[in-house]
C-alpha cells in the first residue's frame, strides 16, 4: 500500500519560512516523479513544484526564486523549502506521487501565512 505522509505545515509571519517533508512507502520513490500542490482558499488545487526521477525540477512562476524542492532517494522523501512566504502562499499543500502504477496523494497539510 502506498502511503506518503506530509510533514512541517503551520502558522508563520510574511517573509517567514517553512519547509515541509513528505515521506514516501509502499514503492519505488526513485524510479517515480514527485511534487507539491497547493489548494489556496476558496480555489482550485494549483502546481507549486514538481521533481523527477531524474532530479529535474519545475517551480511555479509565482513561487520561482522563494520555493525550493528537493528529493532524498535514500530516504524516500520530498521536500519543499519555502523562503519569503507571503500571505497568498496560504492554503493546504499536498504531496503528490506519480509511479507506473498510478499517481497518490498526501492527506495534505496546512500553511498559513499572517501578514
Known amino acids: 500500500q502506498v502511503q506518503l505522509v506530509e510533514t512541517g505545515g503551520g502558522l508563520v509571519q510574511t517573509g517567514g519560512s517553512l519547509r515541509l517533508s513528505c515521506a514516501v512507502s509502499?514503492?519505488?520513490?526513485?524510479?517515480?516523479?514527485a511534487g507539491w500542490y497547493r489548494r489556496p482558499p476558496g480555489k482550485q488545487r494549483e502546481v507549486v513544484a514538481l521533481i523527477m526521477s531524474s532530479g529535474d525540477t519545475y517551480v511555479a512562476d509565482y513561487v520561482k526564486g522563494r520555493f525550493t524542492i528537493s528529493r532524498d532517494n535514500v530516504k524516500s522523501t520530498v521536500s519543499l523549502q519555502m523562503d519569503s512566504l507571503k500571505p497568498e502562499d496560504t492554503g493546504i499543500y499536498y504531496c503528490s506521487l506519480e509511479t507506473g502504477g498510478g499517481d497518490y496523494w498526501g492527506q495534505g497539510t496546512q500553511v498559513t501565512v499572517s501578514s
Open positions: 509502499g514503492t519505488i520513490f526513485r524510479t517515480s516523479a
